[in-house]
C-alpha cells in the first residue's frame, strides 16, 4: 500500500459547484496533515493544515478519520481560480513529507 | 520576509554531466528538504539536512549528494546526469518537524 494515495481525477466541475476529494494515508502514527494547492509548473502552496477531526476556511473544509486512516478536502461554490492540482500531505516516521499524487481540478464557467 | 528562494530557476544539462541547485530556507527556518517532482507526480522525498548534517534520505542513488551550510541554505548535487533526472526540484524548509513546509518556487531541470 502506497503511503498516500488519492483520486487522480481529473474533476471537471461548472462554477459554483462543491466538490469534494478524497486520501488515504498509511502511517496510523500521523498526527498532522496537510491539503496543499499546486497551480501548473509552480510550486506546492499550503492550503489547509489538519491536526485535529477537521479544519474549514470559508469555501473550504477538510476533515479527518483517523479509524479509517482517511482525509478530505471538500470545496463549496467552486471558482475558476480554484482550479488547480491539490496536494494530500502525510507526515512520514521520520521527517519527510509523503505526497499523494495529487487531483486535479478543472473548474469551468 | 523573504521565503524560500531556490537558483537556477531552469537549467539544461547534458547527460553524464553534474548539476548544482541552491536554495535558501524562509527565515527563522533550519532544516532544509529536497525533493524531486516528476511531471503528473507528487514531489518525492530525497533528502532533509539539519545542523549541517543529513537527517534522512529518500530512495534516491548516491548520484544525488547535498550540502548544508552554516547560513542554513543548502545545495542539491546530481552526478552523472540520466534522462529520467528530468524534473521539477522542490526545496522547502521547517520551523518544526511535522509542521507546514515552505516551498520555494523550484528548479526546472531538463537532460538531454
Known amino acids: 500500500r502506497k503511503e498516500v494515495e488519492q483520486d487522480p481525477g481529473p474533476f471537471n466541475v461548472p462554477e459554483g459547484a462543491t466538490v469534494a476529494f478524497n486520501c488515504t494515508y498509511s502511517?496510523?502514527?500521523?498526527?498532522?496533515f496537510f491539503w496543499y494547492r499546486q497551480d501548473c509548473r509552480k510550486e506546492p502552496k499550503l492550503l489547509m493544515s489538519?491536526?485535529?477531526s477537521g479544519n474549514e476556511d470559508g469555501r473550504f473544509t477538510a476533515q479527518l478519520n483517523r479509524a479509517s486512516q482517511y482525509i478530505s478536502l471538500l470545496i463549496r461554490d467552486s471558482k475558476l481560480s480554484d482550479s488547480a492540482t491539490y496536494l494530500c500531505?502525510?507526515?512520514?516516521?521520520?521527517?519527510?513529507?509523503?505526497f499523494g499524487k495529487g487531483t486535479s481540478l478543472l473548474v469551468t464557467p | 520576509d523573504a521565503g524560500v528562494t531556490q537558483s537556477p530557476t531552469h537549467l539544461i544539462k547534458t547527460r553524464g554531466q553534474q548539476v548544482t541547485l541552491r536554495c535558501s530556507p524562509k527565515?527563522?527556518?533550519?532544516?532544509v528538504s529536497w525533493y524531486q517532482q516528476a511531471l503528473g507526480q507528487g514531489p518525492q522525498f530525497i533528502f532533509q539536512?539539519?545542523?549541517?548534517?543529513?537527517?534522512q534520505r529518500g530512495n534516491f542513488p548516491d548520484r544525488f549528494s547535498g550540502h548544508q551550510f552554516p547560513n542554513y541554505s543548502s545545495e542539491l548535487n546530481v552526478n552523472a546526469l540520466l534522462l529520467g533526472d528530468s524534473a521539477l526540484y522542490l526545496c522547502?524548509?521547517?520551523?518544526?518537524?511535522?509542521?507546514?513546509?515552505?516551498f520555494g518556487q523550484g528548479t526546472r531541470l531538463t537532460v538531454v
Open positions: 539536512y539539519y545542523e549541517e548534517e543529513e537527517r
Open positions: 522547502a524548509s521547517i520551523r518544526d518537524r511535522n509542521t507546514e513546509a515552505f
Open positions: 489538519v491536526y485535529s
Open positions: 502511517n496510523s502514527a500521523s498526527q498532522s
Open positions: 500531505v502525510v507526515p512520514s516516521r521520520g521527517y519527510a513529507l509523503n
Open positions: 527565515s527563522g527556518h533550519d532544516t
